[in-house]
């Protein structure tokens, strides 16, 4: 099961529907709070797809809050912009920029899954 999360529903939308046209099983949230609620009551999430800026809550600080339960979660960046965001937020995970192509999503998230 993969987690994406944004809060452009139209990049959540068609990152989803990419993801389930590779076969995978998806979930989807609009914001860190929504992807923490989900990640608490499910315990088949193997990855989380996530923007880096996001309204309420940064993608690495949802990040840091969920893998202080399940260390276990794989973790993609996307985003267009990072801001200030330093790159040690990222904790050695890929980031995707956006735009990016179903190809390119595939790779990463094979790669991620991959180990």
Excluded: N
């Amino acid at each position: 099961m993969i987690l994406v999360v944004d809060d452009d529903a139209r990049i959540r939308t068609a990152t989803a529907g990419a993801l389930s046209a590779m076969g995978h099983e998806v979930l989807s949230a609009c914001d860190g709070t929504e992807a923490l609620t989900i990640c608490s009551s499910r315990d088949d999430i193997q990855l989380v797809v996530t923007d880096v800026l996001m309204p309420g809550m940064r993608g690495p600080d949802f990040i840091a809050r969920v893998h202080a339960e399940r260390p276990e979660l794989r973790v993609i960046y996307m985003s267009g912009d990072i801001g200030d965001t330093p790159p040690e937020a990222f904790g050695g995970w890929p980031l995707l920029p956006k735009p990016f192509t179903a190809a390119s999503l595939s790779e990463v998230v094979g790669q991620a899954l991959a180990g």
